[in-house]
């Protein structure tokens, strides 16, 4: 099956910096890449998504690209705010359509 | 719109107990899923229904049981309920199988 491995587990910005999180997946046959932020005590909530026919795709301060060849994808956060500290998590649908999750990245932006 | 709403938010059991895990969505989606979080492991699939009338396994089925009640609703029970359920239990739904997920805010359970 799918196996989606994320990293950094944690990653620290000053405000205002770029943060970056890369994730990589197993199965060549995965289409769908999506990315989650979770708040505390909260549900995940969906806040950018890639298909596999898209090699980048950006929605304001936020970008996604996905590198098929190698099998891995990143998401960027431009301009970071206080707002933005949550856990990020990564996902890939398997040929299935069912999503694998990554074990998630605890961002922290400190003024 | 509510979305994907959960009942209840947070529970306490003991081992052997059993409870059921309520989930409502209200944007007609026809896929729902069951998840479960554990520290350090993300999410992991319990169930899922990809449409009205049927339901398969996900990753971590053992000790679960579901049932799609209608197009809105979605329940996962626990029929004797272990220390190692213990979790945050999220629900999802979608419209195309797989793509564009909404979960709901989770229910938090203990089994003592």
């Known amino acids: 099956g799918e196996n989606v491995e994320q990293h950094p587990s944690t990653l620290s910005v000053q405000e205002g910096d770029s943060a970056v999180i890369k994730c990589t997946y197993s199965?060549?046959?995965?289409?769908?890449f999506p990315w989650y932020k979770q708040e505390l005590g909260k549900g995940p909530q969906l806040i950018i998504d890639?298909?596999?026919?898209?090699g980048e795709k950006k929605d304001q301060r936020i970008a996604v690209t996905l590198n098929k060849t190698a099998k891995h994808f990143s998401l960027h956060i431009t301009e970071t705010q206080p707002e933005d500290s949550a856990v990020y998590f990564c996902?890939?649908?398997?040929?299935?359509?069912?999503?694998?999750f990554g074990a998630g990245t605890q961002v922290v932006v400190t003024p | 719109n509510a979305g994907v709403t959960q009942t209840p938010k947070f529970q306490v059991l003991k081992t052997g107990q059993s409870m059921t895990l309520q989930c409502a969505q209200d944007?007609?989606?026809?896929?729902m899923y069951w998840y479960r979080q554990d520290p350090g492991m993300g999410l992991r699939l319990i169930y899922y229904?990809?449409?009205?009338?049927?339901?398969d396994k996900g990753e971590v089925p053992n000790g679960y049981n579901v049932s799609r009640l209608n197009k809105r609703e979605f329940s996962l029970r626990l029929e004797s309920a272990a220390p190692s359920q213990t979790s945050v239990y999220f629900c999802?739904?979608?419209?195309?199988?797989?793509?564009?997920?909404?979960f709901g805010p989770g229910t938090r359970l203990t089994v003592t």
């Open positions: 944007m007609n989606h026809n896929s």
């Open positions: 996902a890939a649908a398997d040929s299935w359509g069912k999503l694998q």
């Open positions: 229904s990809a449409s009205e009338g049927t339901t």
């Open positions: 890639i298909r596999s026919n898209v």
């Open positions: 999802a739904s979608s419209d195309d199988r797989g793509y564009e997920q909404y």
């Open positions: 199965d060549s046959a995965s289409n769908y």
